[in-house]
């Protein structure tokens, strides 16, 4: 059963910049693998998705064009770089894994195998 953990949370300034790591236990070339947050009160939300096999990566409206996700396969990575960090970012931040190769940001049911979270606090 696959495994992933993330990392890189913290504490930041409106306007900066984080970088969160999923690092999984095995091979992701056969996945999809989302980042989603969800802030005290309210609902889950799905960030970004890459499909590791072609590198196709899909965004939040509220992310886009601030969010980049990448992976490296070799390392059994995938990357949230998150620049231009608001107020509103701040939430626990979840890595999951399908293995069906879907990014559906909007169902989160699709994904089988979830981190345990990191926290992202934007505060001046």
């Known amino acids: 059963q696959l495994q992933v953990v993330e990392s890189g949370g913290g504490l930041v300034q409106p306007e900066g910049s984080l970088r969160l790591t999923c690092t999984a236990s095995?091979?992701?070339?056969?996945?999809?693998i989302g980042w989603f947050r969800q802030a005290p009160g309210k609902e889950r939300e799905g960030v970004s998705c890459?499909?590791?096999?072609?590198?196709?990566?899909y965004y939040a409206d509220s992310v886009k064009g601030r969010f980049t996700i990448s992976r490296d396969n070799a390392k059994n990575t995938v990357y949230l770089q998150m620049t231009g960090l608001k107020s509103e970012d701040t939430a626990a931040y979840y890595c999951?894994?399908?293995?069906?190769?879907?990014?559906?940001?909007?169902?989160?049911?699709?994904?089988?195998?979830w981190g345990q979270g990191i926290q992202v606090t934007v505060s001046s």
């Open positions: 890459i499909v590791s096999r072609d590198g196709s990566t």
């Open positions: 999951a894994a399908n293995p069906y190769r879907l990014c559906i940001l909007s169902d989160a049911q699709v994904f089988d195998f």
């Open positions: 095995g091979s992701l070339d056969n996945y999809a």
